[in-house]
Structures are given as C-alpha cells and as structure tokens.
C-alpha cells in the first residue's frame, strides 16, 4: 500500500477527459461497432438508435458507462460538491426565503428572456455589482452557469491568431469555449507545472515572433482547485513565468474558481484574493453550484471585457437568463458570505479535512494491494486511488456512505479512483465510520488477492 498526503502528483499528457470522451461515439466505425459491442446487426442494418446502444455496449465494457443513480436521502454525504453544506443551511434557507417573501405579488419570478431583451433587472445589474465588489473586481457579469461561462468567455475574447496555452486538467467546459475559439494555437501544459507552462510558452515565442514582441496575445488557462484531484495551482508560479517571458504584458490568466468559490481565501473569496493577486488575472470565474448552494456563475472582469462579452459571448446571449429566485439565492449566499456567517463553516470544514487525512493515514493493507491517498493539505476533494474503484465505492454505498468511483473518460487512464468530499455538516463519527468501512475492504480485498 501507499499511502501518500503531499501533493498531487502531475497528471499525464492526455487530452482532456471529456474531449476523449467526445471521441468514442463518432470514431466508432460500423465495423467497430460490431466487433466490439458484438452486436449480430450487419453493418448495412444499422440504425441510429442501434448505434447509440452499440457506443453503450462499447463503453460497458471499458467500465466507462455512465448512470444516472438516486441514492437514498439518509444516506452519509461524501460526493456532493456543498461543501459548506449550505443546501441544508436554515440561515441560508431562511435569507433566501426571505428574499423571496418580500417582492411585491406581481413581481415577476421568472426572468422573461435573454439579459439582451426582457432577462435584465435593476436586481441582476444590482447582484452583479455587490459580487464584483466582494471579489474585488471591477465588474462581474452573471453567465447561467459555469459550464456557459467558460464556453462563451473562451468562445469570444482570445482574436484570431491569439495563443492559448492551458493545464492538461482543465474542465471539459473550458475545453468546449477553446474548441469554438478563433484564437489560433492551443497548447496544453502538464498540470500544475510552471517548468511546463515556461517550455509551452518559450516553445510558441520561438514559433511566433509577434508573442515577444507583445503583438499577439497569450492567455493561459488554469483552474484554482481542480475539480477531480483536489489540487491547489501555484497560480504565483505561473505569474512569475508569465513576467518573466512577457514582460510586455500580453500575457493574460484565466482562472476557474468553480471549486475554491466559498471553500478558500477571504470569507470565502477564493484562491486568488487568498494569494492577494486578483489584479494580476484578466479573467476570474466563480461558480454557484457548488459550495454557494445556487446555481449560475459570474465572470469577474474589466468593464471593457464585460460590454465586450455581451455583445459577443454567445451562451450569455442567445438563452434566457436566470429568474429571480436563482438571484435571490446567489444574493443570499453571498450575504452570508460578506457577513462572514460562512467563516465558522470555512474552519468546521478545515477541522475535518484533518480528521479525515489522520484517518487515512492510519489505513493499513497488504503490499499486494493498490491503494494510494492522494490530497493537498486543504482541499475538501481527496482521492482514494485504487485498481478496483468501482468495488471500493460500492461497497461503501452499501454500508450507506455516498461516494463515487471516478473512471476514464472524466479522468484519464491509470488515474481512476473513489473521490471524496468533506462537507462542513459531515461530522468526526461519519468520517471515523468511512474509515472503518475502507479498511474492511481493503481487509477483504487483500484476503481476494492473496488467494489468486
Ligand atoms: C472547474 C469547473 N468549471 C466549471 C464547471 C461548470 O460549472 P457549472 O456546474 O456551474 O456549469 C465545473 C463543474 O461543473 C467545474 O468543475
């Protein structure tokens, strides 16, 4: 067994997961399809529909199909993204309560179209400002959510020719906006690396001539935790590179807090307000379905970006925007978040994942068996990587404890595991009880392997 706590180690070059998992379905040629779902259709009889269950059938067996599941409401969460547990919070339920109590009967609920047309309110432009100014930024710009944002920002801002240099983890949303960019290289580092991020960038300088001399831009995309790993960048590594190679400026970060938003930093400010470097990043995108309990995300900006994405950003333009009761619950969390109401939640939280880390570290298995804890010291996502993830979390469901396998595509091959969440509501009897329950399996599986 090992059982390791530093930091997690950097990730393979692979593309992104979802971008491989795009890949399976329409690399899948007839005959493809046949030999390896080993369907009895003769490829001529295929129809759409037996394609889509052949693409199943293919990735059944790579252990790789996704379900949807429902797991019982008493069981123990270790797998939601609430880190602060504020879903259940009564002060965030009665403060949104109460924002929605006091609007006027025939206040509209529902936003009436895009934030282009009738989605825009007085209460919108209010929200927007009252975040920008607790993250302080300029301005901030409210996307539906953060998988919008990060299409129609990246999508929109990087100009034709302009370079995009990105961490080989980042989020299959992040991808998405890349792939519909006009921007022209996009080239991915190794995680976490700023010795890779400095080769990439040297690399596209010596392609291009235009990077140094400051007339083409570069942007370099990061997340601050990663959403699967658990890991915090070093995001002043990063700016170092970037003064150092571009000291011209035409360097720009875009950083994705989606998992630091509430859980890091300041009352919850995230990483980059935690590193005191909020004016060295072009764009910040925090997100509120995690640990803020809501839904939707904001884009942090300067006020040209931000009229520049209204006019451009697509999924900003052509969908309709949130309704008042999604900005009353962002409002709300975010006034527990300035009144400082989430700190003993920031702390409760940190308490926990030290509990949690000495219960591991105190697992024991025979050499035989893979098993390997992978955590940064802070962060509430811990993996348990092991060969069999699927047998681990299944067996910990069982005892009533939800937590998931993750597989290939989401993460990529040799890296699978069971991912773990701390909850500020998670409490030291729950946590000692999953310790319990992933030592007797690794009793169990032992005992299964020594016998082969
Ligand atoms: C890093 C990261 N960015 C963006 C998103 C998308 O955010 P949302 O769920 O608000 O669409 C997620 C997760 O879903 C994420 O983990």
């Known amino acids: 067994m090992i059982i390791g706590l530093g930091n997690q180690e950097p990730g ?39 394609s889509f269950s052949a693409a199943l059938a293919h990735r059944e067996a790579k252990s790789a199909r996704r379900r949807l599941t429902v797991l019982p409401r008493t069981a123990v969460d270790f797998s939601s993204n609430d880190f602060l547990s504020l879903s259940t919070s009564s002060a965030y339920r009665e403060r949104f309560l109460a924002l929605l109590n006091n609007t006027p009967p025939s206040f509209p609920f529902a936003s009436g179209g895009s934030r282009l047309l009738d989605g825009n309110s007085a209460y919108a432009e209010d929200l927007e400002r009252f975040v920008a100014d607790f993250h302080q930024a300029p301005t901030a710009l409210l996307f539906n959510s953060g998988y919008d944002a990060n299409v129609g920002v990246l999508s929109s801002i990087p100009q034709p020719g302009d370079v995009i240099l990105y961490d080989e983890l980042i989020h299959a949303s992040a991808h998405e906006g890349m792939r519909l960019s006009r921007a022209g290289p996009r080239k991915i580092f190794a995680h976490s690396s700023a010795a890779g991020l400095r080769e990439a960038l040297l690399a596209q300088m010596a392609e291009d001539p235009k990077i140094a001399a400051g007339s083409r831009n570069v942007f370099v995309v990061v997340e601050s935790i990663y959403s699967m790993d658990g890991d915090v960048a070093p995001i002043k590594e990063f700016i170092a590179v970037v003064d150092d190679l571009l000291p011209l400026g035409n360097g720009y970060f875009y950083v994705d807090e989606a998992h630091s938003t509430g859980v890091f930093g300041p009352k919850g400010a995230g990483v980059i307000q935690e590193l005191g470097v909020q004016d060295r990043m072009f764009i910040r995108v925090h ?39 999604f900005l009353a619950s962002i409002r709300a969390t975010y006034e527990l978040l300035q009144t400082g109401e989430t700190e003993s939640l920031q702390r409760r939280l940190q308490q926990l994942i030290r509990h949690l880390r000495q219960q591991l570290a105190a697992l024991h298995t025979a050499e035989s068996v893979m098993f390997e804890v992978d955590h940064f010291p802070t962060s509430p996502i811990i993996s348990l990587r092991t060969s069999q993830p699927r047998q681990l979390a299944s067996f910990c469901q069982a005892k009533g404890f939800v937590v998931r396998a993750i597989m290939p595509p989401t993460i990529p091959e040799g890296k699978e595991r069971v991912r773990v969440c701390l909850h500020s509501g998670n409490t030291e009897a729950e946590i000692d009880e999953l310790a319990e329950t992933i030592q007797s399996w690794l009793n169990q599986s032992s005992t299964k392997i020594s016998k082969l």
């Open 12 to 50: 393979t070059r692979n593309t992104s997961a979802e971008t491989r998992a795009e890949s399976v379905p329409t690399c899948i040629s007839k005959h493809t399809i046949n030999s390896t779902a080993q369907t009895s259709l003769s490829p001529a009889s295929m129809t759409l529909v037996d």
């Open 287 to 325: 997100t509120f379905g995690k640990a803020l309990a809501s839904h939707g995300a904001m884009v942090l900006c300067g006020p040209e970006t931000r009229e520049y994405l209204i006019n451009y950003a697509r999924s900003l333009i052509y969908t309709t925007a949130l309704g008042f009761p």
